[in-house]
């Protein structure tokens, strides 16, 4: 048995959208800087006159540091009774045949962040599937 999902790459992860999250992909976004945001913020993008703070996936998943990031993509997702977000991403969203359940499970480990609910490998890809509510919740209080 298998449930359709999309996912969004980041570095070596695929990351696999949660059903009932809305999401867009913004082409020729213009990303502007914010002075003194956490490191996680990006920058601001305006969606249709209302402005959305970008997450750099690649400090949060990644902790990479270093200078402001190019995003060669961006995907606006809005959880349910949630405010929107927009993450920066590698590629493209694709469609995924998610067996039920998940491909082979990984050892997450200790040090997988309490935001992360599953890891599983399919073929060489290294699927997570992250609570990204719980996520926001934890980088609007500054523990992410």
Do not use: K
Not at 40 to 67: I, K, N, Q, T, Y
Not at 74 to 95: E, F, K
Not at 116 to 142: K, M, P, T, Y
């Amino acid at each position: 048995m298998t449930q359709a999902a999309f996912y969004y790459p980041v570095g070596a992860y695929r990351i696999v959208l949660a059903s009932g999250v809305a999401s867009e992909i913004l082409s020729r976004t213009v990303v502007h800087p914010v002075p003194f945001a956490p490191d996680w913020c990006a920058g601001l993008v305006s969606v249709r006159g209302d402005l959305f703070p970008v997450l750099d996936m690649h400090r949060v998943l990644l902790g990479e540091g270093g200078a402001r990031r190019e995003f060669r993509y961006l995907l606006w997702l809005q959880q349910p009774a949630m405010a929107p977000v927009v993450v920066g991403c590698d590629d493209l969203p694709r469609q995924l045949a998610l067996p039920v359940p998940a491909g082979e499970p990984e050892d997450a480990g200790q040090d997988t962040p309490v935001w992360v609910e599953r890891v599983w490998r399919q073929g060489e890809c290294l699927f997570l599937q992250l609570d990204h509510a719980r996520l926001l919740r934890l980088l609007s209080r500054g523990s992410g």
